[in-house]
């Protein structure tokens, strides 16, 4: 595709979340937890309320189209901050230092005074109907010429365990918002902005690591398109993909409007009709279980809602994602019937029904009252009316789906959905501060730096900038550790043991220095670190798994291991002379069950077999 | 600092000589209520005095404080319309804390003028600090046949959590219940699921900022709503709708004064209530201050000070017989209070004070209960 040539424009919001030791807004620790750990729940219902300016945000009044109970899981590391019961604490002083850090790394000015701002999210992802934001700083460069607009700080929503129901342990981390300028034309460079923006972050040392830890927003449009924000991209490799499929997804939206206009579509109805008795015998478990079904004839629209935008989407998918906002599970048309057990009688009846000629499309909708049933078809008919207007392409916030397709959400939010947390008072930012923040050194000139100084070959040294265990690995070698001896653990052995399936996270850097000590010092054979590092990941400490896996073999103990075995095979290592080094290696290491580090071991046999087969004083 | 509202919302905040003022956006103007009357519901009235419930941002201090009238909550809370009809009586936009006795005869006047005026039931928007003072006060000022339902929140009504709705609309629901007495209808749990219907002379703010703050001491609430379905289950002892006839009584004496004993109270500190009419004082236990307190004590109720113990336990009754120093405050003139919460039994006195004049029937009236303040016998389980 010609991404020039439709004029795609593109920029990224990041979201990362610090590793502070408390919250943003009250004094709670940063740790998620097992759901099952909760020990508290509630159940709270959320309303949009005014903005300063006196409106209701688009996107807030898109949520309220239902009433919904969200349900909150509390636990012993939550507090009333998060429950909504008790006013936020001031912003915390950690998370904000993290934050001009980064700020100062992009080279952007701070404001002079700090304003924490509700942005009203009544989604039930924040128990106070708001996530609290505050601008930070903004004019920020890029090396490749990129602009990043802004840097706010933020607190993260709550956990969805399940449809409303909401898990409080994650609400309140700190994050950094970044967001760049609409500066990227292609895919490959969207991505490659997040690649380095994320390598920044990671370059602080200061930010959480692991899945879900970062969250990329990205902003597409083409130049006949519109602006759309898909969030939570959470895979940095789907990025370059997300982008091709929403140009992919406004290219097609605009040829179906011109299909539909060279058809003379229309949409004639304003409302839905009610078609619940059609379907009294019906197989279909959706419909025989519906209070109401709606159905309208879409004129023209044959084939169009059942024609596929982007992999897995069709028009008739967003009409669906529009028509879910009144809480039905989705909507049926006649593209796509008969199928879902409605049987192809039905569809004829309900074409006759509804007076459906060939070339219109019927759409359903099955609610549990008439008021969802007419929200939903309400919603069908705005969506639609877009899918032939001059806009067919609506400014919309959609979520990605697994492959990379996206779904929409609600529409763009507005300035209106910022109202000011009167609860915590404003920071100043003065020089003295701004002055006194320390620019940590980018992870990949430490990379580099790295190559240089310990000979470790180039990509190695840049998986290990990405793996942000490069401060570990820093740290071993001025204690002394053989930075290969480090690399290797890290890069080659952890990674084969996470692919085993051992939960590498839960072994600490401690135990790591310490097993490449006992190493170093000739206490245990590198052979034994899979296994060691396996029993510490299952809970065990290092002492233990070296006792258990590897008990001390001194180099004396070592000598007399191998004389032994050298005189119960006195003929085969007479016939063999030095040659019988090698599968000697093998009896010796068995012995010492990797106790002893090959190097030593081999060592030994060679100054054994020697002066076995020419003993220096015959 | 001026503070900018960007384009994207954001608000920051940059020294005032670096920016030059262009204009002001403005704010859209208030909606208007165009709520249609609907004969077949009962009507309400709405007395507003402000607090959470109707509180929006303040330029000037950039906190949140009271500007909504009551118009502005059914414009808010639109579920209140399929409840009933309402007038709507802004009578004060104030917080709580700014609340005084003679807004208290105020309100006791408005709150009775509309059972007069034939409202089926009267809802009083108040902050929550000092509402159950309020409630406390009607109580004692106003015979009411139908329901005064106090209501405020405890989340301030700009955020979209806020308690308001959730309380207004089980107000709206007790006040056209079978109830006949002043309450105060507030959040039972931290759940958007039931209110509590408290009695106004029982009822207590007991935590600073959750929205199950308001507790029912020393007897159970006297009802509940349900959320949403807005049922109303009312106690057997509940005060029925109509049981009374409509009274009112507004006389107070403010000279009057509650004051906390503490260890090593300085006795100088009764020397500036020299003169009140009234003094309550929280004691502690039981009900006793130290010995040392006793002279100043036994000279103020000389010099016509009328003074009642109550005690800091908040739970419980005071019983000045059992130890020595209870005794002689009993022999230096003072009232026990009973079980009446310290901040009741103030209201009451200046109630008592303003309505009655002869002194020994005004002890005897503040050691008797009127509307429920003081019980004669204490339930086990609370």
Known sequence: MDYKALGLVAGIEIHQQLDTQEKLFCRCPTTLREIAEHNAEFSRYLRATVSEMGEIDRAAKEEMKSDRMFRYYAYDTTCLVENDEEPPAPMNDEALT????????????????????????????????????????????????????????????????????????????????????????????????????????????????????????????????????????????????????????????????????????????????????????????????????????????????????????????????????????????????????VTADEV?????????????????????????????????????????????????????????????????????????????????????RWNAVDVPELLTAKADRFVAAYGIERNYALQLAASGKLPLIERAVSEGIKPKLAVFTILSTATELRRDGVDVAKIEDQELLDLWHAVEDG????????????????????????????????????????????????????QKGMAALGPLMGVVMAEVRGSVDGKMVSEVLKTEIAAVVSPKNP | MAVIKLGSGYNIGIPPGVCTFIERPVQAPAKSSDIPHNPNLPSLSIVSTGGTIASRIDYRTGSVTSQFNASDILVAIPELASVANYRTIPLATILSENMTPAIWQQLARAVYDEIRGGAAGIIVTHGTDTMAYSAAALSFMIDTPVPVVFVGSQRSADRPSSDNAMNAICAA???????????????????????????????????????????????????????????????????????????????LDPDCALIQFYPGMSPRILEAYEGYHGLVIAGTGLGHTSTELIPPLKRLVANGTMIVMTSQCMNGRVCDRVYDTGRDLLDAGLIEGGDMLPEVALVKLMWVLGNEKDRSKAAAMMARDLKGECTRRTPHGL
């Not at chain 1, 052979?527 to 590092?533: G, Q, S």
């Open chain 1, 98 to 341: 993290v934050c001009l850090t980064i700020a100062k790394m992009f080279g952007m000015t701070p404001v002079p005074q700090v304003h924490t701002m509700r942005k009203l999210v009544i989604d039930g992802s924040n128990t106070s109907g708001f996530q609290r934001t505050a601008l930070v700083a903004f004019n920020g460069a890029l090396p490749d010429g990129g602009q990043i607009e802004t840097i706010c700080l933020e607190e993260e929503a709550a956990q969805r365990v399940k449809d409303e129901v909401f898990s409080l342990d994650r609400l309140g981390i700190p994050l950094v918002e970044i967001t760049t300028a609409p500066c990227m034309h292609s895919p490959e460079e969207v991505q490659n902005v997040a690649e380095y923006i994320g390598m920044v972050l990671r370059s602080t040392g200061r930010v959480k690591r692991g899945l879900g830890t970062i969250r990329q927003d990205v902003n597409i449009s083409i130049a006949a398109g519109a602006r759309v924000e898909i969030k939570g991209v959470q895979d940095l490799d789907l990025i370059a993909e997300v982008v091709r499929r929403e140009v992919q997804r406004q290219t097609n939206l605009l040829a179906i409007r011109d299909e539909l206009r060279r058809r003379g579509a229309a949409i004639d109805a304003t409302a839905g009709v009610e078609v619940t008795s059609l379907f009294r015998e019906t197989k279909s478990a959706v419909l025989k279980k519906a209070k109401k079904i709606h159905a309208i004839v879409l004129k023209g629209f044959a084939g169009m809602v059942g024609r596929e935008i982007q992999p897995e989407r069709r028009l008739g998918s967003e009409m669906s994602d529009y028509a879910k906002k009144c809480g039905v599970g989705g909507i049926f048309h006649t593209d796509e019937l008969p199928a879902y057990g």
């Open chain 1, 348 to 432: 004829l009846h309900l074409r006759s029904f509804m007076k459906a000629a060939e070339q219109d499309c019927v759409i359903l909708v099955a609610g549990t009252s008439e008021k969802q049933a007419s929200c939903a078809i309400g919603q069908v008919i705005t969506r639609a009316a877009i899918a032939l207007s001059d806009t067919p392409v609506p400014e919309e916030t959609r979520r990605m789906l697994e492959s990379g397709s996206t779904a929409y959400m609600r529409p763009l939010p507005g300035a209106a959905r910022m109202y000011p947390e009167t609860d915590v008072l404003p920071v100043q930012i003065d020089d003295r």
């Open chain 1, 523 to 574: 206490k245990a054979a590198r052979e034994a670190i899979p296994d060691v590092l396996r029993s510490v990941a299952a809970g065990s400490s290092v002492a233990e798994a070296l006792e258990k896996l590897a008990p001390l073999v001194s180099r004396e103990d070592l000598v007399a291991i191998v004389r032994k075995i050298l005189a119960e095979r006195k003929e085969f290592v007479a």
């Open chain 2, 173 to 251: 629901a007790a006040a056209t219940s079978d109830l006949g007495e002043v309450a105060v209808v507030m959040h039972a749990t931290t759940s958007d699921d039931t209110c509590a219907i408290h009695r106004g002379t029982r009822v207590r703010k007991m935590h600073t900022s959750r929205r199950d703050a308001f507790r029912s001491l020393g007897i159970p609430p006297v009802g509940s709503v349900e959320y949403p379905s807005r049922k109303v289950t009312l106690a057997p002892d509940a005060v029925r709708r109509g049981a009374r006839t409509p009274a009112l009584h507004e006389h």
